[in-house]
């Protein structure tokens, strides 16, 4: 990892509002990498992580166009933990040889700070390739009323998948940062305007 420049971990459970906070400080000229989309580039037709995907779960994880069908392979491996694993071990060196390569582009192009957006940043032991953890978190009422409304589920299932990740609680432990997400736009907002104050005045861009 380049010494120039900060890279800001940035992660939460689902439906906590990571991406919002993320197209803040994107509005303030810092690069955001997403993690789920280096993951999305990483399965692409033809490539190497694709392939040992198929011989790993079958053909039928891959649609009639050659492309991932992350439906079936989700449903796979949600109550499968070796399957899920086998999975993260086969796309998590190549996320991490993408972000690096993108962390790299952004110090060379002058980018003092770096915000690296990742789900399970904490889960795939990614904390090493970040300078520092922010967590982003709401209460779990919020969490599970925002889920229902995003997806378009009923409260079992969202609890279901809220379950099957880390808890909010535990993920907050690692966070140099925490970010409250539970209020209002405004309110977050007036939450971000402080620490982007304390991170600009840190290390100017």
């Known amino acids: 990892m380049p010494d120039k420049i900060r890279v800001i971990g940035l992660t939460g459970g689902i ?22 989309q280096l993951a999305r580039a990483a399965v692409l037709p033809g490539t190497p992580a694709l392939e040992q995907i198929i011989s790993l ?6 649609t009639h166009d050659g492309t991932l069908d992350r439906k079936c392979l989700g449903a796979k491996i949600f109550s499968d933990t070796d ?3 086998q999975l993260e071990n086969i796309l998590h060196p190549e996320i991490r040889k993408q972000a690096e390569k993108r962390i790299a582009q952004a110090a060379a192009a002058g980018h003092k700070r770096l915000v690296y957006m990742a789900p399970l940043l904490i889960e ?21 009323e925002r889920l ?7 409260r079992e299932q969202a609890e279901r998948m809220i379950g099957s990740q880390m808890p909010l609680s535990e ?3 690692y966070g140099s940062v925490i970010i409250d997400n539970s209020g209002t736009k405004a309110e977050t907002r ?16």
Do not use: C, Y
């Open 15 to 36: 439906a906590t509002g990571k991406s919002s906070v993320a197209h803040f400080f994107s509005e303030r000229g810092v690069p955001v990498i997403d993690a789920d």
């Open 57 to 62: 779960f079958g053909r039928e994880v891959v």
């Open 83 to 85: 399957k899920r694993r």
């Open 124 to 144: 795939a032991g990614a904390t090493d390739r970040v300078d520092t953890v922010w967590v982003v978190t709401v209460r779990p009422e919020i969490q599970l």
């Open 148 to 154: 229902m409304l995003r997806d378009g589920i009923n």
């Open 171 to 173: 993920k907050e432990r």
């Open 190 to 205: 007036k939450i971000l305007e402080t620490i982007w104050a304390n991170e600009a005045g840190s290390n100017n861009e």
